[in-house]
């Protein structure tokens, strides 16, 4: 079985930190995501990864950075956190397009 | 712009009848096509994909019909259970950039006892 695990399930930080949520997958996969998934808006790609230190942007990339230096592993940096960037983070990873497997998603609340 | 679309954002069916849950795309290119299922405070889970060179594909009690012409997709669930309650997020990926997946805002579904 995949397994993508995300390092924490909630989060609380305060306007102005600097935020990092870390995303591991099990299965040598080479495309890996991150979601932000917000009510009425869906699931919304930031950023994703088809390769070690290589990246893509999605459709709402400002505010945010990610970091792939393992295959394994695809970070997302919020460089400065704000009270909009409060949402549920979900990180996939997929063997080309057949299929993302998804983390158990790591809700971040901006104060 | 949304390239994919889910119009009903919530849907009720008794259990034990059909659960018909639809979603339309925009971009001709696509040619992979899933379903997500997602209970809350966890990921969504993959349920059911379609190549587009099939009409449809069957899953036990799930089925997913392809109407390329039309640009839409559903998802079937007969007989709906309690279990299905969940948002359930369609989904579509082009083949040539292979790498990017998108999904629609989601359906809420509930199956009344």
């Known amino acids: 079985d995949v397994k993508v695990t995300q390092s924490s399930r909630y989060l609380v930080k305060r306007t102005g930190e600097k935020v990092f949520l870390e995303c591991v997958q099990d299965m040598d996969h080479e495309n890996m995501f991150w979601y932000r998934q917000d009510p009425g808006l869906g699931l919304r790609l930031i950023y994703f990864s088809y390769d070690v230190k290589m990246k893509e942007k999605g459709d709402i990339p400002e505010g945010y950075s990610v970091s792939r230096e393992k295959k394994e592993r695809f970070s997302l940096i919020l460089e400065s956190a704000s009270t909009n960037q409060t949402s549920m983070y979900l990180c996939?990873?997929?063997?080309?397009?057949?299929?993302?497997?998804f983390g158990q998603g790591t809700r971040l609340t901006v104060v | 712009d949304q390239q994919v679309k889910q119009n009903s954002p919530s849907l009720s069916v008794q259990e034990g009848r059909i659960s018909i849950l639809n979603c339309d795309y925009t971009n001709s290119m696509f040619d992979y096509f899933l379903w997500y299922k997602k209970y809350p405070a966890e990921g969504p889970t993959f349920l059911i994909s379609i190549s587009s060179i099939k009409d449809k594909n069957e899953d036990g009690r799930f089925t997913v019909f392809l109407n390329k012409s039309a640009k839409h997709l559903s998802l079937h669930i007969v007989p709906s259970q309690p279990g299905d309650s969940a948002v359930y997020f369609c989904?579509?990926?082009?083949?040539?950039?292979?790498?990017?997946?998108?999904f629609g805002t989601g359906t809420s579904l509930t199956v009344i006892p």
């Open positions: 989904a579509a990926s082009e083949g040539s950039t292979g790498n990017q997946f998108y």
């Open positions: 996939a990873s997929s063997l080309w397009q057949f299929g993302a497997f």
